[in-house]
Antibody
Framework: EVQLVESGGGLVQPGGSLRLSCAAS????????MSWVRQAPGKGLEWVSV???????YYADSVKGRFTGSRHTSENTLYLQMDSLRTEDTAMYHC???????????WGQGTMVTVSS | DIQMTQSPSSLSASVGDRVTITCRAS??????LNWYQQKSGRVPKLLIYAASSLQGGVPSRFSGSGSGTDFTLTISSLQPEDFATYYC????????FGQGTKVEIK
């Protein structure tokens, strides 16, 4: 079965760090474009980062310099290292596979990140 | 970065109505435009990719058009299961979503 399962979310104080993981099954992470998308409670979708199959990575301006994406080929897992967290980073974080036309055709169920003192 | 603006932010419609949602990019994005449907408590569902291509399994009452900066999602005959929030997304270089359009029952 093709699926994505995120983990690593939780409660962290402002200025703190978290590392999110996204384990893929049924397909190869490194052969696809993979994104992180977040959604704050009651708000819209916000794109966070993308890693292309050739390894290039891009970030939203709101997280650039604070978040770092990576992937582990043998584990077939995507990671998001989040540093210098702010209250406005509070959201459900989804990893996502981009399919035809770079539309997201597979979504993980998400992991909740809460930044609060 | 490219900004995406959807209109309207919300609309009320009846079953059977034709519904049109527009999305405008702050600069040209060719056809790198996708549309998603999100229901409460669920992950988004891809409806349209590359501006006008229907994702597999999506009903044909959904259609997309446009290129450059102006795009449209049309639901030809609104069904009860279509009441949801709709988002556009560009994938021209980085990515960005529009702010969403909530389709409610009139």
């Amino acid at each position: 079965e093709v699926q994505l399962v995120e983990s690593g979310g939780g409660l962290v104080q402002p200025g703190g760090s978290l590392r999110l993981s996204c384990a893929a099954s049924g397909f190869t992470v490194s052969s696809n474009f993979m994104s992180w998308v977040r959604q704050a409670p009651g708000k819209g979708l916000e794109w966070v980062s993308v890693v292309y199959s050739d390894g290039r990575m891009y970030y939203a301006d709101s997280v650039k310099g604070r978040f770092t994406g990576s992937r582990h080929t043998s584990e077939n897992t995507l990671y998001l290292q989040m540093d210098s967290l702010r209250t406005e980073d509070t959201a459900m974080y989804h990893c996502a596979r981009e399919g035809p036309g770079n539309g997201v055709d597979i979504w993980g169920q998400g992991t909740m990140v809460t930044v609060s003192s | 970065d490219i900004q995406m603006t959807q209109s309207p932010s919300s609309l009320s419609a009846s079953v059977g109505d034709r519904v049109t949602i527009t999305c405008r990019a702050s600069q040209g994005i060719s056809s790198y435009l996708n549309w998603y449907q999100q229901k409460s408590g669920r992950v988004p569902k891809l409806l349209i990719y590359a501006a006008s291509s229907l994702q597999g399994g999506v009903p044909s009452r959904f259609s997309g058009s446009g290129s450059g900066t102006d795009f449209t999602l049309t639901i030809s005959s609104l069904q009860p299961e279509d009441f949801a929030t709709y988002y556009c997304q560009h994938t021209y270089n980085t990515r960005a979503f529009g702010q969403g359009t909530k389709v409610e029952i009139k």
